[in-house]
């Protein structure tokens, strides 16, 4: 059984790239075969500023939208978040999404397909990795930063890569499948 794979579209605002992007992604990782990816639109969770009256870590959650979250988030054994840079940091979603939940994120590994203007969004996949270690989550050193985005999304909205997005692409992917077989014992106990 492969790997399950959640790719994660962060931004919420209109307009977006993310999911040309991250449509882009899904088949990649499906064609390459070490994982089953999942495609999760941010979007569609419309969660508000967390409102939890639990810690997450109790998992007692009193709202559908946040116990629809956790379904989604619980089965993955690794996440890429395809995210963008807004002024250096990650998206306000991102970070939103990420604070709702706790034992859901526990040993498991994430990168970034990240999108942005001259610097690819790397320097908003930086901003994130604290939180996502208090999470407990395995940050890879592997990401695949996209500069000047724009030049990759056709008229029809269709994102088509270059050859260096690719190669980076295969590279997180081997990467993720590594940690996500070595970190599973650890979801297990």
Do not use: C
């Not at 029809?156 to 270059?162: K, L, M």
Request: glycine fraction near 6%.
């Amino acid at each position: 059984m492969a790997l399950k794979l959640n790719i994660i579209i962060a931004s919420t605002r209109p307009g977006r790239g993310g999911p040309a992007v991250a449509k882009w992604f899904k088949e990649f990782a499906k064609q390459d075969g070490k994982f089953d990816p999942v495609l999760i639109d941010l979007a569609d969770f419309k969660l508000p500023v967390y409102d939890e009256p639990n810690h997450p870590r109790m998992k007692k959650y009193e709202h559908a939208h946040t116990k629809k979250w956790s379904e989604a988030i619980e089965p993955a054994d690794a996440y890429i978040f395809v995210m963008p840079e807004y002024d250096y940091n990650a998206p306000p979603s991102l970070i939103n999404a990420l604070v709702y939940l706790w034992n859901e994120w526990n040993y498991k590994p994430v990168s970034f397909v990240s999108y942005g203007g001259v610097s690819g969004g790397l320097r908003a996949t930086e901003s994130v990795k604290g939180l996502i270690s208090a999470l407990r989550m395995v940050s890879l050193a592997e990401s695949v930063p996209i500069p000047s985005y724009q030049q990759f999304i056709n008229d029809d909205g269709v994102f088509t890569p270059n050859e260096l997005i690719t190669t980076s692409a295969s590279t997180v992917l081997t990467e993720l499948a590594k940690w996500a077989g070595a970190l599973k014992p650890l979801r297990a106990s």
